[in-house]
């Protein structure tokens, strides 16, 4: 990043074409899991985050949010690192974003799914009488089902 004055005396930074910008990389992943990855051209390693956070917050939600936040560091730290020359610079492919974005909610609505089915199971299950833990048996015993 260079800083340019204007004869005014303001003085911004300039991003250059080849680029990236550390804070978009964090909102990207705050919004995403690994999405600030795929903003620095590292699809991979984005769909690596992804999977590794929706599989943490689906088994236990420690682990999920470490990684999630994990991947908000290193999306920041990746950006930096290709600023400064010491990591190969990647363009940003907009098709991999949007290939991501829809991957991403397609997975976060399946594990939203199973976590709502898991916990109506388990509320059915309380529901039953002792030793009857079947379903269709418990319906046809109440006569709502022939």
């Given at each position: 990043m260079d800083s340019s004055c204007t004869p005014t005396g303001s003085c911004s930074e300039i991003l250059h074409e080849n680029e990236k910008?550390?804070?978009i990389a964090v909102f990207c992943s705050s919004l995403i899991?690994?999405?600030?990855?795929?903003?620095n051209g590292e699809t991979l390693k984005g769909?690596?985050?992804?999977?590794?956070?929706?599989?943490?917050?689906?088994?236990?939600l420690i682990p999920g949010l470490i990684m999630w936040i994990y991947s908000m560091y290193d999306a920041h730290i990746t950006a930096g690192k290709m600023n400064e020359g010491t990591l190969e610079f990647r363009p940003l492919h907009p098709a991999?974003?949007?290939l991501f974005v829809v991957v991403a909610v397609f997975l976060i609505i399946?594990?939203?799914v199973a976590i709502t089915l898991i916990i109506i199971s388990i509320m059915l299950s309380q529901l039953s009488p002792p030793g009857n833990a079947d379903f269709l048996q418990m319906l046809k015993m109440s006569g709502q089902f022939p």
């Open positions: 910008n550390p804070q899991p690994g999405l600030g990855q795929v903003y769909f690596v985050f992804l999977f590794g956070t929706l599989l943490g917050l689906f088994l236990i991999y974003i949007v399946a594990v939203l």
